[in-house]
């Protein structure tokens, strides 16, 4: 069983910044790929960004150059840095891990950005 913890979601106002961590436990390899997805009210949940084992990061486009995700495999920990924030940045943000096809997810954490 694998479970992620999200931590570090909050109220900012526009142009600030916000770090998510996320914190895997259980039976997880580091040698899967770890990404941020969000969720905006009313909105389906899309996908934010991912990082590989090796370190290679893919991001939607509307974060490009704002958001930075990163992994440390020794602590089975992976963060979303998150500058130049904008309102419609505002959403749930969750962790995401796909171990042996099956897909876990956090609980999500609120991020508001204030304009």
């Known amino acids: 069983q694998v479970q992620l913890l999200e931590s570090g979601g909050g109220l900012v106002q526009a142009g600030g910044s916000l770090r998510l961590s996320c914190a895997a436990s259980g039976n997880i390899f580091s040698s899967n790929a770890m990404g941020w997805y969000r969720q905006a009210s009313g909105e389906q949940r899309e996908l934010v960004a991912t990082?590989?084992?090796?370190?290679?990061?893919n991001y939607l486009d509307s974060v490009k150059g704002r958001f930075t995700i990163s992994r440390d495999n020794v602590k089975k920990t992976v963060y979303l840095q998150m500058n130049s924030l904008k309102p419609e940045d505002t959403a749930v943000y969750y962790c995401?891990?796909?171990?042996?096809?099956?897909?876990?997810w956090g609980q999500g954490t609120q991020v508001i950005v204030s304009s």
């Open positions: 995401h891990v796909s171990q042996w096809g099956i897909d876990y």
């Open positions: 990082i590989a084992s090796g370190g290679k990061t």
